[in-house]
């Protein structure tokens, strides 16, 4: 099956293309058609979106923003594993927290 966006452009699997209310962008998995409109599904992110929204990309700039994607600076990267630490914290002194009857009533 083959789709046809606002642009005028075509798309099918394989296209490479940008989402334009989130800039996401991606390969064409599949594609389907419900009384909603035609829809492909892009594999960055495995959800399907609407082709009037979709803008086709050649490959050179898909892998642009594909290498863009993947590399984090180093203060992001240290960031997001101190991010990480502080919600297992988090999580362990919860998990001491007593839940039992005496707390608290439910006043029914």
């Known amino acids: 099956m083959e789709t046809v966006n606002i642009l005028s452009q075509d798309i099918h699997k394989g296209s490479h293309v940008r989402y334009a209310g989130t800039g996401s962008a991606g390969e064409v998995l599949d594609i389907k058609k419900d009384n909603e409109g035609i829809w492909a599904k892009i594999d960055s992110t495995e959800l399907w979106y609407n082709s009037r929204y979709l803008e086709v990309i050649d490959k050179d700039h898909y892998e642009k923003i594909k ?42």
Not at 81 to 101: G, P
């Open 67 to 108: 290498r863009k994607r993947t590399r984090m600076p180093k203060e992001k990267e240290d960031e997001g594993k101190d991010h990480v630490k502080k919600v297992i914290n988090l999580k362990k002194k919860l998990e001491e927290v007593d839940m039992s009857s005496e707390l608290c009533d439910g006043g029914g």
